[in-house]
Structures are given as C-alpha cells and as structure tokens.
C-alpha cells in the first residue's frame, strides 16, 4: 500500500524532535516575533512603521543580507528594559525547547542596544535570567555568545567588550564566548584581530561569521588571523578546495542555517544547497535558524526542510544532530551524557 507523504512528513518531524539537539548559531535579536514587536513597542511607547503584525511579516522580502541587517536592527529597537530582554529569550527558549533543542549557544549584539543608550548591564541581566529560568524549569542549558558588529570599528568593539567585562563574574555560568557578525562585505575578519586576541587571551571560547555572503577568504582568515573554533555559515567554503580539506581535516564546525541562506538569496533554491555535499564530503556541518522570526522557520523547520529538499536520510539527520552536540562549547561529560542520550533516541520508529 502506498504511504501517506503527509503522514511520512509528521512522522520524520516527530522523530526529529526527539533528537536532542544543539542549537549553535541563533541570534536573540533575531528571535523577535512581530507579535512581540508590536507588545514591546506599545509597552514602551516606541512607534512602528507597520500598520500591523501582517504588514511586519509583508516587508520581510529581502534581497541579501544588508536588506535584512536594516529591519533586523529597526526591529530591536523595540528592546528597553531588562523585562523585554528576558521576554524574548523566554519566548525563544521555550520554542527551542518544543523542538527539542537541549542546549543552545546564543548570539547577542550588545552595540545595537549601547547605540541607543540601553545600559549594557539591562541587556546581560534581561537575556541572563531567562536563560538561568529555562535552564532551571526546562533543562535546556545554553551560553551567551557576545558579538561584535563588523560594520563597526575594531575600537568600537574593544570599548564594548571593556564596558562588558566587569560584568563576567556575575554571568560566568553564561557568558562563555564571543562572536562577529553584521554585515560581511568589505569588512574581513583581519580589522578584528586585536578584539580576537584579547578574548582569546582573556580564555573567551571564539566563533565568527565568514563565508556567508563572504568570499573563502574571509573563512581563512577568521581561522588564521581570529583564531576561530568555529565558522559560522562557512557555506561558501567549498570554493577554496584547500580551505574545505583543511576543515574536513580540522574537524572545524560549520554553523550552517538553511533557511537564513534561501531567504537572504545566498541560495535561490534549498535543492542546491550545499550542505548535503559538505556532510557527505566529511565536513563538521550543524543546522541552526539564525533569525527564525525573520527567515520563517526554527530549528526543526531547518531540519524538515533540509531533509526534504536534500532528501537527507536518518542516519545524516542523526550525523547532523551528533554534530551539533560535538561542535557546542559543552563540557566533555556532558557531550558524551547527550551523545548517549542521542543514541537512544534515534532507535524510536
Ligand atoms: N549574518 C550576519 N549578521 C547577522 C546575521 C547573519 O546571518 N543575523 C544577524 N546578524
Ligand atoms: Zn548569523
């Protein structure tokens, strides 16, 4: 008898929902629902250029990544107080724990808040005590990971990181990591690499975009002159055949996010992705959702899609969720504690 493709579909999604998971490349800023936009701007007495939730959604047709950046940035504006940085952490983590996320490592963009005179110290406290609730309530751990915007200067983002340094005790269950993101075009990772050394230094675990819009040379750098653990993106590596050995041989992870990649045009159809080419080439390769609430879909939709477009089997679905358990900033034991648990859920029908 011939099956039920809608059937099949909820069965892959609830069986790719029982994998414990680990989110690796998510911005909060990026998280922010149009619902939450229009509370937080009517809480806050801050106007909207929409008429309404749907008209939000409607604008949301970008073009490339700057297209996005310039919502995106509009959008946090909406972000005050400690209440709303802890709303929208609340709200994200609760959807990442439906999709079964038990570990996520979150981006944040201090320097879009500071610009507008938002106390560092709100942002930490807000997004901090969210994250310390969910791991708390649900069990799902994460860490912050503070980025630099690249369409700043280097001096800007050593101001930022000595304004948020005081501040590390305090978050030091959270704050683990730094990241670089904005705009990749015309700004390599080499104008960061004094920021780069002084966290690394300062025993910061690094991460960085390159090679989303960026050619294969902003992914070598960000290796070579950052130092980087991990390539956020990294999908344009495979046009430097050197470059792709070397992180097949390095085990470096890529933070791939497919559904970010199709609506920023850095593909124009899921099919030709690459991301299916790189696992099966051996590349460390993990799926994230980047900016759900702007590209359409959380981590479970990115897996779906994934599959169906890519026609991605079991056994790589359950690579790539092994793969974002490995590629995360945990601990040893408790890698090997999820790795088990990983074993046992890919075993259900
Ligand atoms: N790329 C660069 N900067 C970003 C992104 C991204 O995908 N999302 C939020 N900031
Ligand atoms: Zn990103």
């Given amino acids: 008898m011939p099956t039920d493709p809608t059937e099949d579909q909820a069965a892959l999604r609830g069986w790719l929902r029982a994998l414990p998971k680990a989110e690796l490349h998510l911005h909060i800023e990026g998280t922010l629902e149009p619902e939450m936009m229009f509370e937080l701007a009517a809480r806050n007495g801050v106007r909207l250029p929409y008429a309404d939730v749907r008209a939000v959604r409607e604008a949301y047709q970008f073009t490339d990544l700057q297209s996005f950046l310039d919502l995106y940035y509009a959008g946090a504006g909406v972000l005050c107080t400690q209440q709303d940085f802890h709303d929208l952490a609340a709200a994200y983590l609760t959807r990442a724990h439906a999709d079964g996320v038990v570990h996520a490592e979150i981006m944040f963009d201090p320097q879009t808040h500071t610009a507008r005179g938002i106390p560092i110290q709100t942002v930490f406290a807000g997004l901090a005590s969210a994250l310390r609730e969910a791991r708390d309530t649900l069990g799902l751990t994460s860490v912050l990971l503070l980025s630099f915007l690249r369409h700043l200067s280097e001096e800007d983002a050593l101001r930022t990181l000595e304004q948020a340094l005081p501040l590390r005790e305090t978050y030091a269950d959270l704050w683990t990591g730094i990241g670089l993101d904005s705009g990749e075009r015309g700004n390599p990772p080499e104008k960061f ?14 991460t960085a975009h390159a090679g989303e819009e960026g050619p294969p040379e902003y992914v070598r750098g960000a290796l ?3 130092g980087v653990e991990r390539i956020d993106h990294g999908v344009r590596s495979d046009e430097d055949p050197a470059l792709l050995a ?3 041989r390095r085990r470096i992870p890529l933070t791939v996010c497919p559904l970010s990649n199709l609506k920023l045009r850095v593909v124009d159809d899921l099919s030709r992705h690459n991301l299916a080419r790189l696992l099966r080439a051996g590349a460390m390769v993990t799926l994230n959702s980047d900016d759900p609430a702007y590209f359409g879909g959380y981590i479970l939709d990115n897996y779906m899609a994934s599959a169906t477009a890519l026609d991605l089997d079991r056994d790589e679905l359950a690579t790539l969720a092994g793969n974002s358990l490995q590629a995360s900033f945990l601990p040893l034991a408790d890698k090997a504690r999820l790795l088990d648990r990983l074993a046992q859920a890919v075993t259900q029908p």
């Fill in 246 to 248: 070397e992180l097949i």
């Fill in 193 to 206: 690499t004094r920021v780069y050394a002084r966290c690394a230094q300062l025993g910061f675990r690094l």
């Fill in 224 to 226: 070579d002159a950052l």
